[in-house]
């Protein structure tokens, strides 16, 4: 089975801090993704990379980047945490967007 | 605009009875839809998809219909148990650049509860 392994479960950070969210997956995939999950807002795409250095913005970039220097490691970036930052973040990972497999998830409090 | 809507965001049934989770999407050229179940403190896990040359897919104690001229797909759960409490999100996709599957377009949740 296709494993992805997000880094933290949990994690509390200040506001301002540089935040880094780990992902990685053990099945060769090519596509990647870092999600937001927030009450009544759904599933909300952040970021998607296609292959190693690549990177697309999805639709709430704004405030986040990402790094993908190797195929199995994709990284969320919070450049300077803000409180509405607070979420429950998700990585998936695909060989086709015919189906993604989630992480367990990082739930990251800003304060 | 949302391309896939679930209208309702909660449902409450007893166990043993059907549960139906309804999905509407906007977007004729989706061409593939999957549903995803999700725990608290959990990722979502894959649970049934349906490709559009289809009406019909089953798994189990899981249906999922598709309705193309209505843009409508459902998911029922018969029956249901109360380890089937979850948030359900409906995914759809559609033939993207250079003719590649695009990425999936969730739903906002439906938040099952089965009581027992």
């Known amino acids: 089975d296709v494993k992805v392994t997000q880094s933290s479960r949990y994690l509390v950070k200040r506001t301002g801090e540089k935040v880094f969210l780990e992902c990685v997956q053990d099945?060769?995939?090519?596509?990647m993704f870092w999600y937001r999950q927030d009450p009544g807002l759904g599933l909300r795409l952040i970021y998607f990379?296609?292959?190693?250095?690549?990177?697309e913005k999805g639709d709430i970039p704004e405030g986040y980047s990402v790094s993908r220097e190797k195929k199995e490691r994709f990284s969320l970036i919070l450049e300077s945490a803000s409180t509405n930052q607070t979420s429950m973040y998700l990585c998936?990972?695909?060989?086709?967007?015919?189906?993604?497999?989630f992480g367990s998830g990082t739930r990251l409090t800003v304060v | 605009d949302q391309q896939v809507k679930q209208n309702s965001p909660s449902l409450s049934v007893q166990e043993g009875r059907i549960s139906i989770l309804n999905c509407d999407y906007t977007?004729?050229?989706?061409?593939?839809f999957l549903w995803y179940k999700k725990y608290p403190a959990e990722g979502p896990t894959f649970l049934i998809s349906i490709s559009s040359i289809k009406d019909k897919n089953e798994d189990g104690r899981f249906t999922v219909f598709l309705n193309k001229s209505a843009k409508h797909l459902s998911l029922h759960i018969v029956p249901s148990q109360p380890g089937d409490s979850a948030v359900y999100f409906c995914?759809?996709?559609?033939?993207?650049?250079?003719?590649?599957?695009?990425?999936?377009?969730f739903g906002k949740g439906t938040k099952l509860s089965v009581k027992p």
């Open positions: 995914a759809a996709s559609g033939r993207g650049r250079g003719g590649s599957q695009g990425n999936l377009i």
């Open positions: 998936a990972s695909s060989l086709q967007t015919y189906g993604y497999t």
């Open positions: 977007n004729s050229m989706f061409d593939y």
């Open positions: 099945m060769d995939h090519e596509n």
């Open positions: 990379s296609y292959d190693v250095k690549m990177k």
